[in-house]
């Protein structure tokens, strides 16, 4: 073959290839990405997606915001792409923020965010179905939990153990890292409220639920000695129970959603919201806006440990 023609031949294929950091070709809400694909877009929610938001905010804050507060939400994927729970949880989280003034809200997929000088001006950082992250240098990572111990906030959506692996300061953070989930999406489980009468399980009504959800079950570092476990798997239901034979927990404590102190910080983790129905259940949306309040040291809850 002629150099030149070969040569040629392969600038032509190498001018194919998505550049890092550059627009990807649109992709289906809400499917699995995959792990070499670093450059994805969150999708347009539909009209009808948004409207069903819309109608499921709350109507108020729990708490009266202290002094003015700021998040940082953050969705970038390494991992597996919640795509649909990622634009649905980010416009849920942005709205409820306008609509009950608890805080303001900037949204990124940056690792720039994690500088310490950037973060300084947050009050809480969410964890918004995040997958794989990987803080390019040990700097980005001092600050981050440096944030949290300070006495700032932490917030964890479903994917958010998906994450530091190999970080364990970070993964105890958190509270637990993903270990599987049988409870598969589409689905329809049963969650019970640990505690009905806990501030933060409010929006509950004092009752359990069902919901169509993909459940996760958590592993080391997760453990009810460092963390208060607000909603867990009801496993007298026996259409959740039954996936449970699969799980890998002997103990079969299937927590879903808990809370925790780390420092000085607060840290609130909710595994619902694998897809974008969960941000249209008023429950849920009060649920999480109540969580967020904590963590930002808004609305006071009682994170002692329970077994």
């Known amino acids: 073959m002629n150099r030149n023609f070969a040569k040629i031949a392969m600038l032509w294929m190498l001018s194919l290839l998505i550049v890092p950091g550059m627009a990807a070709p649109a992709k289906k809400p809400g499917v699995a990405q995959p792990a070499a694909d670093t450059a994805r877009t969150m999708p347009e929610l539909s009209a009808a997606d948004l409207k069903k938001i819309e109608e499921a905010l709350p109507a108020k804050a729990s708490a009266t915001p202290k002094k ?15 795509g649909n729970g990622i634009a649905a949880g980010a416009k849920a989280i942005v709205l409820m923020g306008q609509k009950t003034g608890a805080y303001t809200t900037d949204v990124s997929a940056d ?10 001006q947050y009050d809480a950082v969410v964890l918004n179905n995040t997958t794989k992250l990987a803080l390019p240098d040990e700097a980005k990572k001092k600050a981050l939990l440096d944030f949290v111990k300070s006495g700032k906030g932490l917030i964890g959506i479903h994917a958010a153990t998906d994450n530091f ?36 399980n409010r929006s509950f009504g004092g009752q359990g639920f069902k919901i169509v959800d993909e459940i996760y079950q958590f592993k080391a570092p997760y453990s ?20 449970a034979q699969k799980g890998g927990r002997a103990d079969k404590d299937y927590a879903v959603a808990w809370i925790k102190q780390f420092g000085s910080g607060r840290v609130f983790y909710g595994s619902l919201g694998h897809a974008g129905n969960v941000f249209q259940i008023p429950a849920v949306l009060q ?20 077994k």
């Not at 476990?229 to 007298?236: E, G, I, Q, W």
């Not at 006071?300 to 440990?305: S, V």
Request: hydrophobic fraction near 45%.
């Open 68 to 82: 003015p507060r700021k998040l940082l939400v953050f969705w970038r994927c390494e991992g597996f792409f919640h």
């Open 111 to 120: 690792y720039a965010a994690f500088d310490a000088a950037n973060l300084v």
């Open 165 to 200: 692996y190999d970080w364990p300061e970070a993964a105890q953070m958190l509270g637990g890292t993903f270990s599987g989930h049988p409870w598969r999406s589409g689905g329809t489980w049963a969650v019970k409220l640990d505690e009905p009468g806990h501030v933060l």
């Open 224 to 243: 009810r000695e460092q963390q208060r476990v607000l909603l867990a798997l009801d496993l007298s239901d026996p259409v959740t129970a039954g996936p």
């Open 287 to 306: 649920f999480y806006l109540d969580g967020i309040q904590y963590a930002l040291g808004d609305l006071e809850a009682d994170a002692t440990p329970r």
